[in-house]
């Protein structure tokens, strides 16, 4: 059974730091793209960043690009999302989500969430 | 403001067909898949249907997608208490280079 579990949110001040982090299981990690998408409270899904199998050319949002970076270490089954400088607008629940392709190019094909991670920005 | 428009809430009576709308562009629905998702409060999303009308196993009959130009569609028939639910469409959009998603709909099952 596919399992992914989102870890590392929390409260942090505007300006700061957060690394999210996503275990998978139940699947060939290093066989599929990965996907970040968020959700602030009340509102609806936001696209975050993308990136495929291999965990090159991580694509991003322009909301967040140039403050968060994404990777996966496929040795530990495990994505990760940076996230530097943080506003308040950030504050949102943040989903991992597995994809059925090696590259999400093209594509909006979440087929497996995580249960979310909730990050709050805030003085 | 959601590059796709839904409309923020929908109802129906249990037994009613209900459609839900989701508007965009020549640069995401027009050129692209359309995919759909539903969420119950406090839960994660789940794809419901993707690649405009297709179903992941699991899901009933009673949910159906279609595509037409640069708007789609998700109507549910034999509406039922346990759908009530919010459902988001999405799609790739080509002039964003991303994925985007309308702002929900929420349906309440009278």
């Known amino acids: 059974e596919v399992q992914l579990l989102e870890s590392g949110g929390g409260l942090v001040h505007p300006g700061g730091s957060l690394r999210l982090s996503c275990e998978a299981s139940?699947?060939?990690?290093?066989?599929?793209?990965m996907s970040w998408v968020r959700q602030a409270p009340g509102k609806g899904l936001e696209w975050v960043s993308s990136?495929?199998?291999?965990?090159?050319?991580?694509k991003f949002a322009d909301s967040v690009k140039g403050r968060f970076t994404m990777s996966r270490d496929n040795s530990k089954n495990t994505l990760y999302l940076q996230m530097n400088n943080l506003r308040a607008e950030d504050t949102a629940v943040y989903y991992c989500a597995k994809e059925p392709y090696f590259d999400s190019t093209g594509y909006c094909h979440f087929e497996k969430w995580g249960q979310g991670s909730l990050v709050s920005v805030s003085s | 403001q959601s590059v796709l428009a839904q409309p923020p809430s929908a109802s129906g009576t249990p037994g009613q067909t209900v459609t839900i709308s989701c508007s965009g562009s020549s640069s995401n629905i027009g050129s692209n898949d359309v995919y759909w998702y539903h969420q119950l409060p406090g839960t994660a999303p789940n794809l419901l249907i993707y690649?405009?009308?297709h179903r992941p196993s699991g899901v009933p009959d009673r949910f159906s997608g279609s595509k037409s130009g640069t708007s789609a569609s998700l109507a549910i028939s034999g509406l039922r208490s346990e759908d009530e639910a919010d459902y988001h469409c999405a799609v790739w959009d080509d002039s964003l280079s991303g994925p985007v998603f309308g702002g929900g709909t929420k349906l309440t099952v009278l």
């Open positions: 990136v495929s199998g291999s965990g090159g050319s991580p």
């Open positions: 690649r405009n009308n």
């Open positions: 139940g699947f060939t990690f290093d066989s599929y793209a």
